[in-house]
């Protein structure tokens, strides 16, 4: 069974960054792909980008391009979302999930993290 | 990026009602779509996979059909525990996008 824990709510000035972690156990983290999706208060999913660990190489989706970094550890089997320059439309709760793809049309989200609130205020 | 369209954005619905909703894509995908509900304050949790395929442990009540640019989510008969969010994602291509949601509010 595979679970993914995140670090906890986080509360930052504008123009700072903050950097959440995702740790998961139960699979097989260095070739799966993981993947960062926000939740602004109220509002629907944003999917930012992902990493597959044994790659080393994350994609971004092209509005988080430049100020996010997703990164992984395979020793601590950790994922990590760092996101720079905060303003407070990144107010949000941001999710991992694993990124599973089996096959010719199978590529889901089949395992979540809880989330992880990021506040950005002055 | 493909745009992901739901419609209705909301409904009302009792419990036993047969629900369906639907997600429009603004290009052919394929099958490559995927369901998720997410509870107030929960993580989104996987539904159907590749339009209609079921996630393990998930109802039969659920159901999911369509290809191309048209799909549907249907709820057999509603329990008290689906009133929630309703999201499909495309992953047809990166950018994963994502519907607006429909939500599932009790009658």
């Known amino acids: 069974q595979v679970q993914l824990v995140q670090s906890e709510t986080e509360v930052r000035k504008p123009g700072t960054s903050v950097k959440v972690s995702c740790k998961a156990s139960?699979?097989?983290?260095?070739?799966?792909?993981i993947t960062w999706v926000r939740q602004a208060p109220g509002q629907g999913l944003e999917w930012m980008g992902g990493?597959?660990?044994?790659?080393?190489?994350?994609s971004y989706a092209q509005q988080f391009q430049g100020r996010v970094t997703i990164t992984a550890d395979e020793f601590t089997t950790t994922a990590y979302l760092e996101v720079s320059s905060l303003r407070s439309e990144d107010t949000a709760v941001y999710y991992c999930?694993?990124?599973?793809?089996?096959?010719?049309?199978?590529?889901?989200?089949?395992?979540w993290g809880q989330g992880t609130l990021v506040t950005v205020s002055s | 990026d493909i745009q992901m369209t739901q419609s209705p954005s909301s409904l009302s619905a009792s419990v036993g009602d047969r629900v369906t909703f639907t997600c429009r894509a603004s290009q052919s995908i394929g099958t490559f779509v995927n369901w998720y509900q997410q509870r107030p304050g929960k993580a989104p949790k996987v539904l159907i996979y590749a339009a209609s395929s079921l996630q393990t442990g998930v109802p039969s009540r659920f159901s999911g059909s369509g290809s191309g640019t048209d799909f549907t989510l249907t709820i057999s008969s509603l329990q008290p525990d689906d009133f929630a969010i309703y999201y499909c994602?495309?992953?047809?291509?990166?950018?994963?996008?994502f519907g607006q949601g429909t939500q599932v509010e009790i009658k």
């Open positions: 139960g699979g097989t983290f260095s070739s799966d792909s």
């Open positions: 994602q495309q992953s047809y291509n990166t950018p994963y996008t």
């Open positions: 990493i597959i660990p044994i790659f080393a190489t994350a």
């Open positions: 999930a694993r990124n599973i793809r089996v096959g010719a049309a199978e590529d889901y989200f089949d395992y």
